[in-house]
Every structure is written in C-alpha cells, then in structure tokens.
C-alpha cells in the first residue's frame, strides 16, 4: 500500500484526507440514525400512557425529552400544555413543528458534508490525472523529443502511475461515498416521516388532554 501512495505521488494525499472525512461521516451517521436514537417503537404509547390523566410533572418531561428525537419532539407539546393548560390547538401544533424542524436538523447533519465527499473525490482525482499527464509531457522534453531515445523512461512511467491511480483512487472513495449519502439520506427521510405521524396523533392526544 506504502508503494502505491508513493507511486501515485502527492495528490493521492487529498484523496487520503478525503476517504478519512467519508469514513468517519458514514460512521457518525450510521450510529445515529438508529431507530433506538431516532424514535423507539413503543415510545409514543408510553408517553400517552403516562400522560393519559394529566399533564405529567416537570422531570418526567425531561426524561421523555432526553430519551429520543421522538421524544424530544413529544416533550415539546406536553412543556407547552405544562406551561398553559388552556393552550390553542394552533400553540401546540406550533410546538410540534418547531420540535420537528430541530429533529428535522439532526436527522440530515452531516449529509450535506458527504455528499460533497462523495463530489470532491471524483474531481480530486482528475486533479491527480492532470498532474500525472503534465509530468508525461515533461518527461518527453528532453533533447530527442518525441523521437526513440529522447525523453525520461522513468518520468514517463510516474506520470503514468499518477494518473491512473488518483483517477482509481477517487472513483473508489466516491461510489461507496455517493450509496451511503442515499441510503442515509432515504432513511432520514423515513424517520422524519415517522416522527410527523407520531407527533399528529400525538396532538389529538393532547387535545383531549386540554378540554
């Protein structure tokens, strides 16, 4: 491997810099885009179970708000309701939907940093296959020229190697790069969606938690 960086000499560096960030945001976001993190399955139950005689107290609020996105987005209507027991159907909707625009936030953080990993790599290494066709060029201008004997064999050969394996390089960091930032993509907005039908039935449950 030590050869190979060395063969593809130092653009290949950027495109190591590269898949690092890419590694690291498909990690991030793997972890957090877990359905544990994002919105248990049994949550919404529990929070209307808990609140189904009332408004439940303060700390139990904050519980269920450090427990998930979901729950953080739940906990916004209660606090609401906590705060003004004759709260408008508009106020608590309004809560809901500033809550789900901050998980909203959460659930595409970093996408936008790996998508431009997954554009930058591609383009890094045609930087790479340009410097390896320069240094090409270079190696013909010696005294011969173009003509047999004239020119650097081994110039010719690392301007080769330059090229071909930067433009290897970034197709290899930007395929897998350009998959991930989909498929999170798709899944962030498939929780976001679940969060949303969470939230309005959550809300008729507060409705009848105000009359």
């Keep these: 491997m030590l050869s190979i960086i060395q063969a593809a000499g130092w653009p290949i560096w950027t495109l190591i810099a590269c898949s690092i960030v890419g590694l690291a945001l498909v990690i991030e976001r793997a972890l957090s885009l877990r359905t544990a993190r ?11 179970q808990a609140s189904r005689n009332g408004v439940p107290p303060a700390d139990v ?38 809550a ?22 591609p383009l890094l290494g045609l930087l790479g296959t340009v410097i390896g066709m ?12 173009l003509l047999p004997g004239g020119g650097n064999p081994a110039q010719l050969a690392h301007g080769i190697s330059v090229a071909l394996y930067n433009t290897a390089f970034g197709l290899i960091i930007a395929v897998p790069a350009l998959v991930f930032w989909r498929y999170f993509r798709a899944r962030a907005d498939a929780l976001l969606l679940q969060l949303e039908v969470a939230a309005e039935t959550f809300l008729h449950h507060l409705l009848t938690l105000r009359r």
Excluded at 38 to 48: K, T, V
Excluded at 101 to 118: F, K
């Design 100 to 121: 789900g625009r901050l998980a909203a936030a959460q659930l595409q953080r970093y996408l936008g940093a790996l998508g431009t990993v997954a554009s930058a790599a």
């Design 38 to 48: 994002i919105a248990p399955p049994r949550l919404l139950d529990e929070a209307m």
């Design 61 to 98: 609020i904050e519980q269920l708000a450090d427990n998930s996105l979901l729950g953080a987005v739940l906990a916004a209507g209660l606090h609401t309701l906590h705060l003004n027991p004759r709260a408008t159907d508009a106020e608590l909707r309004a809560a809901l939907e500033s």
């Design 134 to 145: 320069i240094e090409i060029f270079g190696s013909q201008a010696g005294p011969g020229g």
